[in-house]
């Protein structure tokens, strides 16, 4: 069972910066989750919420700033006792990085309560410049995203992300559109659910996995990859097995 880092390692790291993404690295996860939004001049950008407020110094909509503008803010407020300040990275440098790392790249399309305009084809664009076809998922709770990116690459991997209440039938509906992974919180997770993804050939990734108990329980159904703010104490307890 993989183990990706939510937002990076989030629960010890600023979420979506780079600290968070090289211990990531360095503790041996498979794969990093982010988020990506549209600057106000159309560059994209690793933030989770699509406001500043709640993790930065900052206030407002990211979608009316520029990127050098972001670049001012602080993505380390809320840790500012262990790093002063941290910029909001943009997807462009987080994936120079990850070329040279074998992380696949979940990448959340944020285009569920901004509309971006072309967010999917600019953040496909980035992922093909640094060759990191191979080595990344895009998922969004909005589903238009995931189609837009199938439609221009077929062979891009992604996964329909859904809120707690879960989805019946995910397996037939993902195999009907195309998608190759179901990303269901583990409130809504069940042997069902995991058995009818299998019999449609979808993929199973859990979000977002914080305890013992989620993580023993997702590798009994056969979930293919956990998404967890702890990474590290996910990875130490598989081992361990």
């Given at each position: ?28 996860c498979?794969g ?13 950008v ?21 990127l ?32 040279a ?10 285009s569920?309560l ?32 995931l ?31 195309g ?11 069940g ?21 013992l ?9 056969g ?19």
């Amino acid at each position: 069972m993989r183990v990706f880092a939510h937002r990076g390692c989030s629960g010890e790291y600023p979420e979506n910066t780079m600290p968070a993404f090289r211990k990531a690295r360095d503790a041996g996860c498979h794969g990093i989750e982010l988020d990506v939004h549209l600057t106000r001049d159309g560059e994209v950008v690793i933030i989770h919420d699509e406001t500043l407020d709640r993790v930065t110094d900052g206030t407002g909509r990211v979608r009316d700033y520029s990127l050098a503008e972001l670049k001012k803010f602080n993505a380390a407020a809320l840790h500012r006792d262990t790093i002063a300040f941290e910029p909001i990275p943009s997807f462009a440098e987080y994936c120079a990085w990850a070329a040279a790392t074998d992380l696949v790249t979940n990448v959340e399309i944020k285009s569920n309560l901004v509309y971006y305009p072309g967010l999917e084809e600019k953040a496909l664009n980035l992922v093909r410049k640094h060759g990191l076809e191979k080595k990344v998922i895009f998922s969004s709770f909005n589903h238009g995203s995931l189609t837009i990116l199938k439609k221009l690459d077929p062979s891009v991997p992604c996964g329909a992300l859904v809120p707690e209440r879960g989805l019946v039938n995910a397996g037939l509906y993902c195999a009907t559109m195309g998608f190759d992974y179901y990303h269901p919180a583990f409130s809504s997770i069940g042997p069902e659910a995991v058995e009818e993804c299998r019999r449609h050939g979808v993929g199973v990734n859990v979000w977002t996995i914080n305890t013992l108990q989620a993580l023993k329980r997702c590798r009994l159904l056969g979930c293919d990859s956990v998404i967890s703010d702890f990474p590290d104490v996910c990875l130490a307890y598989l081992r361990g097995l």
